[in-house]
């Protein structure tokens, strides 16, 4: 079977990640990249792909008829005209969390990705973590029982200069706030592990890089429509840096993935396959805790293996674009919150968040 022609849509800090994840695919290939910044571009060409193209235009791009898929990894403002001319060009996308900065910018996507008939997949790719797959798979079968909490602890740290390395980095109408642009990887798995949200209360905070305008720090707290209550602390002001954690309780099991491992997974009724599973993930990968750029590939790779596979079976990719947006809301629910400085219940009405 032949690889499917893979084109990156911007060459910055993260799409080593992506150019990593596609080099080290089966069923991928790197055929060509685009970005404005030429030298950049070429770069990432030169260390993970030498054969292939290199454009500055996305038009030049879109001409390209080896490229079947292009992964958009520009910054989180611009991705919306880029999605909706690779859909009408008839090119299948996988874009960077989050999709866009708005619901209604990401219907428009959606919308057009179903009308081209080409597949719309996010990488929201921690939810392809090993130890995350069998806390859903518990969650579906009952295992934990009735569940009593989830929690998102997110104590990251950037230095100042992570923030002044591109202009966006330290706008929020550009999406560089935390909530949006790190944490939205897990609130969206505990929207991906518990469902739709109905309220959220948030407050945002700046502690360690006064000379940016955005929130390096959020406190929050989400009421699912089941019932339970999720709780999220993320900040990129807490030096040196901790794994991320993502806890759940219920009245039956408790399982706790930090990093990329499992620290606990424990039931009332303990089953032979528990000891395997619990030494799933690997404890020593790096998950961008301290550097931005430390993080594993593996889970990008999955996630365009899948959407190879998508393609050729015609089914729907494992991270779907319609199955974010309820994790999109959400994040905008919390900037509502706080600039409300109250309760926000869902579904909002989103006019004037980033005003």
């Known amino acids: 079977m032949s690889k499917k022609g893979f084109g990156i849509l911007g060459a910055g800090m993260i799409s080593g990640i992506h150019a990593d994840a596609i080099r080290k695919s089966k069923k991928a290939e790197l055929v060509a990249v685009c970005d404005v910044n030429e030298p950049n571009a070429r770069k990432l ?9 290199v454009y500055t235009s996305f038009d030049e791009m879109l001409k390209d008829a080896r490229i079947e898929v292009i992964n958009v990894v520009t910054p989180n403002h611009l991705h919306t005209d880029f999605v909706l001319k690779a859909a009408a060009a008839g090119k299948h996308v996988l874009c960077e969390k989050p999709p866009a900065m708005s619901l209604e910018e990401t219907d428009r996507m959606i919308g057009a990705c179903q009308k081209a008939g080409v597949k719309f997949g996010i990488f929201v790719q921690c939810r ?3 130890p995350m797959r069998h806390i859903k798979t518990a969650l579906d079968s009952g295992r934990f029982g009735k569940v009593t909490r989830i929690d998102a602890i997110m104590k990251w740290y950037r230095a100042s200069d992570y923030y002044k390395m591109d202009a966006w980095r330290s706008n929020r109408k550009c999406g560089a706030g935390v909530t949006i642009q790190h944490a939205f990887h897990y609130i969206d798995l505990m929207q991906y592990l518990m469902g739709p949200a109905a309220n959220v209360s948030a407050e945002m905070r700046n502690l360690a890089h006064p000379e940016v305008k955005i929130e390096d720090t959020l406190d ?3 009421t699912f429509a089941n019932g339970v209550r999720g709780f999220v602390q993320a900040s990129t002001a807490l ?12 009245s039956d099991g408790c399982a706790i ?9 424990k039931f009332k009724a303990e089953r032979p396959e528990d000891e395997n599973i619990r030494a799933s993930g690997n404890a020593a990968q790096a998950t961008a805790s301290s550097d931005p750029s430390a993080l594993p590939s593996e889970d990008h790779q999955y996630v365009i293996d899948d959407c190879v596979d998508a393609i050729d079976s015609g089914k729907e990719v494992c991270i779907s674009c319609a199955a974010v947006r309820p994790s999109l ?10 600039k409300l400085n109250s309760e926000v219940t869902l579904p909002i009405n989103e006019k004037g968040i980033w005003d």
């Open 128 to 130: 392809m973590r090993t």
């Open 257 to 265: 993935m930090e990093g990329t491992a499992f620290k606990v997974w």
């Open 329 to 338: 809301e959400i994040a905008l629910a919390m900037y509502q919150s706080d």
């Open 45 to 53: 060409v030169e260390k993970f792909a030498p054969n292939a193209s």
């Open 220 to 222: 929050a707290r989400i």
């Open 239 to 250: 030096w040196p840096g901790s794994d991320v954690r993502i806890e759940i309780y219920g």
